[in-house]
């Protein structure tokens, strides 16, 4: 039975195409991969980006082999040169060195050079290689180029630059712009506008203005200025105050200014100075004689606390004054109280009690007891 062989005719040309578009379109549609298989792929990449950089490090490794390789050899031959022209002697080795040219020095220096160089940098390669591995390789940085936006443009103007007023006298007397609400022309500044609309809308205002209206307006001016003259007259700064001239803001500011900080209730004012303190005249006059000018921050806060007999704890550094704060007060009290009798002293018992836990403050208590004995009991001797 005889085979019956089909003669194939080649597709079409519409085929073809049709074909052709309907695989585009198959790519270009997004495929759904499951997480599995992104790390499938994902693995992939690494694994052939590990067998390269590996390759790479076998590369390196074996020319470095070879090159020791090669060294060593170049070393034993030179060693079995040197051990043959020893065994035949002296003269010959004299006449092999003077029958070297200089040529065949340089060849070999050139060599040895070439060798070295190849050697630099094959360990170069290893080193980079192993970097990159270890470490990741560095980014290449992008090199920035300048965008032709940049360039600002200026927008001053010059009026010697407008030529329009040259052929028309209509442009000698340009119309002012005027907008409604906080409209403004650009490229121009702001604030100068604005004055030159309020001026423009206020000389518009007087002019329409009746006399009433105008009286009216004055008056208010009037109370403006006065109240802007009421406000930075309080606002002055505590110097320039009298003490029943302060407000609450203004001691606010006072302890600001002496770095004093306050917790509890119903906290008396600070002192501003010693005439204000209203301490007697004795021991007005004996802070006075002692030197002190001006109270410290400590003092300041802290005598007006002890003249109302209440409890108070003082932190400050060493020398701002704190034993005087206290005695200060201890002063006034022991001057408010009666004199007794010289003889009856001893049986009146203690005034106060202090604890000194220096010296510093036990010499200081002593001059002020000094001072009470004699002050108040002058006829009493220790």
Not at 128 to 143: P, Q
Not at 183 to 205: H, I, P, T, W
Not at 302 to 326: C, M, Y
């Amino acid at each position: 039975m005889a085979d019956i062989k089909v003669k194939q005719e080649p597709a079409s040309l519409d085929a073809l195409l049709a074909l052709k578009k309907k695989q585009e379109e198959a790519q270009s549609k997004p495929v759904f991969m499951t997480k599995a298989t992104r790390e499938a792929l994902a693995k992939q990449e690494q694994e052939k980006k590990d067998a390269a950089e590996k390759q790479k490090l076998k590369e390196a490794e074996d020319s470095r082999k070879r090159m020791l390789e090669t060294a060593k050899k170049e070393e034993q031959r030179e060693r079995e040169d040197r051990h043959r022209r020893h065994r035949r002697g002296s003269p010959r080795r004299r006449s092999r060195s003077r029958s070297r040219s200089p040529r065949d020095n340089r060849d070999r220096k050139s060599k040895e050079d070439k060798n070295k160089k190849e050697t630099e940098q094959k360990e170069k390669l290893m080193e980079e290689a192993i970097r990159s591995r270890y470490l990741g390789k560095e980014r290449e940085k992008k090199k920035r180029t300048r965008k032709l936006h940049e360039r600002k443009f200026v927008f001053d103007w010059d009026e010697n630059d407008d030529t329009s007023k040259d052929y028309d006298n209509l442009y000698e007397e340009r119309h002012q712009i005027q907008f409604f609400g906080r409209g403004a022309l650009a490229g121009m500044d702001v604030n100068s506008q604005r004055k030159k609309n309020a001026e423009f809308y206020n000389s518009l205002m007087e002019q329409r203005r009746t006399g009433e209206e105008q009286e009216h307006e004055d008056l208010r001016v009037e109370n403006l200025a006065k109240k802007e003259k009421k406000e930075q007259f309080d606002d002055r700064h505590w110097t320039q105050k009298a003490l029943d001239e302060m407000r609450p803001r203004d001691w606010r500011i006072f302890r600001e200014d002496f770095n004093i900080a306050i917790k509890g209730g119903k906290i008396p004012n600070p002192l501003r100075n010693w005439e204000e303190a209203g301490l007697p005249q004795e021991v007005y006059d004996t802070i006075l004689a002692v030197g002190y000018k001006e109270p410290s921050p400590i003092q300041r806060q802290a005598i007006p606390i002890g003249l109302q007999n209440r409890d108070i704890i003082g932190v400050a550094e060493t020398g701002s004054g704190k034993t005087a704060a206290f005695l200060i007060p201890l002063l006034v009290w022991i001057n408010q109280l009666p004199k007794p009798a010289v003889a009856d002293m001893l049986d009146a018992g203690p005034y106060a009690i202090i604890m000194a836990p220096t010296r510093e403050l036990v010499w200081f208590i002593l001059l002020t007891w000094h001072y009470i004995v004699n002050k108040f009991f002058p006829g009493f001797t220790n």
